[in-house]
């Protein structure tokens, strides 16, 4: 019997930093970033840029699937259970002689990268995006540059955008934090500026982000801008300057995106920020508190990453749906042993 | 008569079904594309090509021979 899990489009971008990629490279780099901060000894299998399997599937997040040795679907759930996988493959193949124990995994989750502080430039304050922006799909040019995307466009419509085509904008540009790069504020604010569409009208056409009082941060350029589209509903080309800087190097960059104003299917759902705008946690927050993304002391299934939440039944001893921090001192403690 | 009443009879089902979606978490409608949409048990599953973990090319039909789990995920 063989397990994989399958790596595929961000099912919630911006969620500690990560950002989608635009190359295979890029998503090869996430899997790699995946091994280091949640190792397990399964192997992952990267769909293509394309997403081609995450759609034959059926294109929820944490799919599971069991494929029988004639290479047909045997069971399938839209949300991965482990104990209702243990039940399935049981029927199907026969009981286990010796069931594996978390304790035995030895699993130890890893801090996420932080190039850079955050939580010095506010985000903007969009407390209905999660519901009411929807991801746009956008193409990277990847041909008319000769550096990687280090930094990578997030944009979303509103409602009345993509239904009557005329509504509101947002525009996040968020570093990539595979990349290890930061913003530096002794140079030029990053600047953005849409290039002349007919049937399409965008303002601000051309924007710069603000001047910071920090050397150098890692939060995101947020800006917020209204469109009215014609009936032909024209792509526009948006180009973004920017330094992307590390310890070693700072170097200009320009680089373009195509914007289409139909959703992205494959561009996932951000979630709702914690009071107070911060997209990402503070220096020295523990696994646990970014997870917690409600701020409610306890972590529920959806709160934790798919591999973690494979476990979540046998992390949460006392079954109540939720983990607490004890048990998750527990677990942790158990796994380095 | 009869016809106004089911027409009525329709757009009050209509109207429903319309609010029960508006209701719908995002894991609600996921899941329920997910049941539109899902390789059905039974069904051959899908012929295509992918990547290992470095890059190197994996086609699902590497995936026959014993019974076999894929689990779908990502860093977030």
């Not at chain 1, 290890?180 to 051309?206: D, F, Q, R």
């Not at chain 1, 170097?251 to 299917?265: F, G, I, M, N, S």
Request: proline share 8%; charged share 25%.
């Amino acid at each position: 019997m063989r397990f994989y899990y399958l790596y595929k489009a961000l099912a919630h971008p911006e969620l500690d930093g990560y950002v989608g990629p635009v190359t295979l490279e890029e998503r090869l780099m996430h899997v790699k970033e995946a091994r280091r901060v949640i190792p397990t000894a399964i192997p992952w299998l990267t769909d293509t840029m394309a997403n081609g399997l995450k759609h034959a599937l059926g294109d929820s997040p944490n799919m599971e699937y069991i494929i029988d040795p004639e290479g047909k679907v045997a069971e399938r759930r839209a949300w991965s259970d482990p104990d209702e996988l243990r039940a399935d493959l049981a029927r199907l193949a026969g009981p286990s002689e010796r069931v594996t124990q978390v304790e035995e995994l030895g699993v130890k989750l890893a801090e996420r990268p932080r190039h850079a502080p955050t939580g010095i430039v506010p985000r903007l304050d969009l407390p209905d995006r999660a519901q009411q922006f929807r991801a746009l799909l956008i193409e990277p040019q990847l041909d008319k540059t000769n550096s990687p995307f280090y930094v990578k466009l997030r944009a979303e419509a509103d409602r009345a955008l993509l239904r009557d085509g005329k509504g509101r904008l947002y525009l996040g540009f968020h570093l990539d934090p595979l990349y290890g790069v930061h913003w530096n504020n002794l140079v030029a604010p990053v600047e953005y500026e849409w290039m002349p569409t007919e049937g399409a009208s965008i303002a601000p056409a051309k924007a710069t982000g603000p001047k910071v009082a920090a050397e150098a941060d890692a939060d995101p350029r947020e800006f917020l801008a209204t469109v009215e589209l014609g009936e032909s509903r024209p792509s526009a080309t948006l180009k973004f300057r920017y330094y992307a800087c590390t310890d070693t190097f700072c170097k200009a960059v320009t680089q373009e995106y195509l914007v289409h104003w139909t959703p992205d299917r494959d561009g996932g759902r951000t979630q709702q920020r914690p009071a107070g705008g911060q997209g990402r946690p503070g220096p020295g927050s523990d696994p646990f508190s970014r997870f917690d993304r409600d701020g409610d002391g306890k972590l529920s299934a959806e709160e934790v990453p798919p591999p973690m939440r494979q476990r979540f039944p046998l992390i949460d001893a006392n079954s109540d749906g939720f983990v607490d921090r004890e048990e998750m001192r527990r677990f942790r403690q158990a796994g380095q042993r | 008569m009869y016809t106004c009443v089911m027409n009525c009879v329709r757009v009050l089902l209509a109207v429903g079904a319309a609010a029960a979606l508006a209701q719908e978490s995002p894991r609600e409608q996921q899941t329920r594309r997910f049941e539109q949409n899902a390789v059905a048990v039974g069904a051959p599953f899908p012929k295509l090509a992918l990547y290992d973990g470095d890059g190197k090319p994996f086609h699902t039909r590497q995936l026959v021979g014993s019974y076999s789990v894929l689990i779908t995920g990502c860093l977030t």
